[in-house]
């Protein structure tokens, strides 16, 4: 008997659990990719500079999860985004004392830094970080008419120009932005009574900028120049018109000052190179005209006789309304004492004093910044010599004009 042995070969073909497999040839024209595998794979895309599996899994593409209360994303890219910054404060006027602006000179936010009115052509922004690192840097984009029209701060002039120009050099740290020279505001050049809204976006390396950030809107205000005139022995008394000096009797070849009823300028502005003011009399002098006599206006000393008549002005006090770090300066024409007056004339105005703003007013030499309003303080000196005809209607009038540095 012959036995035969049949074996049976059982092939048993193990297939992993789970969705099919996509395979293929991923190419451009720099490189491939020869079947690269993806579990549920959904596709392929392609250009002519790359290819690309599209992975399906999971439920969620690359893009961000969000509520009022809080953003997640996903996707590698996700992670090397630098965080989204907040606007820490956005302000061009105060009117109530407070300020969410840390870094102003002025504890009243830019009511200290402008005027009363607050700032008409410039703002400050500062940047809260959101726990960027300190290397991050940060462009800040701003708008007038609600983002259809975008503009963005220059990183080196702080003014507006077209988001279409923006360049890294507009990137700058939080610290840069919020630093000196700018001390008080760091974006110039808004129009006035306009609103405006801003956002900041944060950058760390290539290929990192954030979202932007949720917008803050502020409104500038209008330019503003404020003057008032009084009769008043100090800077403190406040008196309404008629603004009229008596000075008496006079007595020849003797100096008198009329330190009762002085001259008080008081100005205001928001004016960011600040106010001039200018003062002009009548007859360059005080004249009488029943006998067209006039004593005329000189800068001189009147404590001396010989030099025969004698009428001017001398600056006697000042005082800041408003300032963080400047001054109200006289000119040297009236910034005098003892018996020196300076002269005021009929022919043209005479510059009387400034508020300072910056170290480039040519009205004084003193660098002095943020002075926004302030008080001047004159006494009318005057001395009749010996040919003077006496008489009573002696008479001459004196106007203070002011102009805004605008």
Not at 217 to 229: I, K, Q, Y
Not at 277 to 300: F, M, N, P, Q, W
Not at 346 to 363: E, I, K
Request: proline letters at 4%; a negative charge.
């Amino acid at each position: 008997m012959k036995l035969r042995l049949l074996i049976i070969v059982i092939t048993l073909l193990f297939l992993p659990y789970g969705s099919a497999v996509l395979a293929e040839n991923i190419s451009s024209s720099n490189y491939v990719l020869v079947d690269p595998e993806l579990l549920s794979a959904s596709g392929s895309t392609s250009s002519t500079n790359y290819s690309a599996l599209l992975n399906g899994s999971g439920g969620v593409g690359y893009g961000q999860i969000s509520s009022s209360l809080y953003k997640i994303g996903s996707g590698q890219g996700y992670t090397f985004m630098a965080n989204t910054p907040k606007i820490k404060c956005f302000e061009t006027a105060t009117d109530n004392g407070t300020t969410n602006c840390t870094d102003l000179p002025a504890n009243n936010g830019m009511v200290g830094e402008c005027g009363e009115t607050g700032c008409y052509d410039r703002a400050m922004v500062q940047i809260d970080t959101e726990g960027n690192p300190t290397d991050a840097v940060y462009s800040i984009q701003i708008s007038k008419d609600n983002w259809t029209t975008i503009m963005v701060v220059d990183g080196s002039t702080h003014t507006l120009k077209p988001f279409s120009s923006k360049a890294i050099s507009d990137y700058l740290s939080a610290a840069s932005w919020h630093s000196t020279p700018w001390d008080g505001y760091n974006v110039i050049g808004l129009q006035a009574n306009t609103e405006y809204k801003v956002r900041a976006t944060a950058l760390h390396g290539d290929f990192t900028e954030s979202e932007v950030s949720p917008p803050v809107t502020a409104t500038t205000s209008l330019p503003t120049v404020t003057f008032d005139l009084d009769i008043s022995p100090d800077l403190l008394t406040d008196t309404n018109a008629p603004y009229t000096v008596n000075l008496g009797a006079l007595v020849p070849e003797t100096a008198k000052f009329e330190n009762s009823q002085r001259v008080k300028v008081d100005v205001s502005t928001n004016a960011q190179s600040g106010i001039s003011v200018y003062v002009k009399d009548a007859h360059t002098g005080i004249r009488s005209t029943s006998t067209s006599y006039t004593i005329a206006s000189s800068s001189e000393d009147l404590s001396n006789p010989a030099s025969g008549d004698g009428f001017g002005l001398q600056e006697s006090g000042t005082t800041q309304s408003v300032s963080s770090a400047g001054f109200v300066v006289p000119t040297a024409t009236f910034d005098l004492s003892g018996s020196n007056v300076g002269a005021v004339s009929s022919s043209g105005d005479t510059l009387a004093f400034c508020t300072l703003v910056s170290s480039l007013d040519t009205c004084g030499s003193d660098p002095a910044t943020w002075v926004t309003a302030g008080k001047a303080l004159f006494t009318i000196g005057v001395r009749a010599s010996l040919t003077a005809p006496a008489k009573a209607d002696y008479t001459d009038t004196l106007t203070f004009t002011i102009t805004g540095g605008w």
